[in-house]
């Protein structure tokens, strides 16, 4: 009886050992083939625009976005333009016409293709589908930038058309506030970026650089963007007390 015992016990094991190992050249079979990719997560979801035109958004991680409405359809593009290493962060606006990057002097299409203008890369554009009630997008990851296009001429921006993120009343941090505080997610800060020390610095609001936080990631020797300092809002995130992906945000005296 005992051996009896063993011997069904010793089948039941084999039979577990190669139903684990085909499943396991199953698995390995499906990663070397590509069949297995992981599906990338959503960016959460976003109103149609009434009407043509553009309309700043946030998406579920908090990145700014423009939804915009034309002629072609409904597209979502990431309000942050291409940079160079090293170059301090911004964000775009829409005119009506096109978008344009007032720190960078770069235009772009409706459709994210660079007009005119130095940028590495046109703007990232998210891949998108409608909801069942088609009143609602959602946003898929993994959005790619667009390309250039060839433009003779390109419409002049009016800055008082200008639509741009802005935030909520109470939303605005002082950067040495934001630093100390480390509140999640991005955040509105108000201060003035300067090279100080070797290091790129968001001053809080003032005349000088008596406090702020450190701006990681921005080359100081390319602060003072267009022999400007950028002076006003800024979009950002804090990690370890100090400024990660600062934006500046524009406004319509910026165009001035």
């Not at 990145?63 to 160079?84: C, H, K, M, N, T």
């Not at 100390?180 to 970026?193: N, S, T, Y």
Request: contains cysteine.
């Amino acid at each position: 009886m005992i051996r009896r015992v063993h011997s069904v016990a010793s089948r039941v094991l084999v039979g577990l050992g190669v139903a684990v190992a085909a499943l396991a050249a199953i698995g390995y079979a499906f990663i070397f083939s590509g069949i297995a990719t992981p599906v990338a997560r959503d960016l959460g979801t976003v109103a149609v625009p009434n009407q043509e035109g553009a309309v700043p958004v946030y998406l579920s991680d908090g990145r700014p976005a423009f939804v915009l409405r034309s002629e072609d359809g409904v597209r979502v593009i990431d309000a942050r333009p291409p940079l160079r290493a090293g170059e301090p962060g911004r964000l775009i606006a829409w005119c009506g016409v096109n978008f344009t990057d007032v720190v960078g002097a770069a235009a772009y299409a409706p459709g994210g293709e660079l007009l005119a203008g130095n940028a590495p890369s046109g703007l990232i554009v998210y891949p998108t589908r409608a909801t069942a009630g088609g009143d609602e997008l959602v946003v898929g990851a993994g959005g790619s930038p667009s390309g250039a296009i060839a433009s003779d001429t390109v419409p002049t921006c009016e800055v008082n058309t200008f639509v741009v993120h802005e935030p909520r009343e109470g939303e605005v941090f002082d950067p040495s506030v934001a630093a100390d505080e480390e509140p999640p997610g991005w955040v509105w800060l108000e201060g003035r970026l300067e090279a100080i020390g070797g290091q790129a610095m968001l001053c809080d609001p003032g005349r000088d650089c008596a406090s702020g936080a450190v701006a990681r990631g921005i080359d100081p020797a390319k602060v003072a963007t267009g022999g400007a300092l950028l002076d006003g809002l800024f979009l950002a995130r804090i990690r370890d007390g100090a400024i990660e992906e600062l934006h500046y945000v524009p406004h319509p005296e910026a165009g001035r």
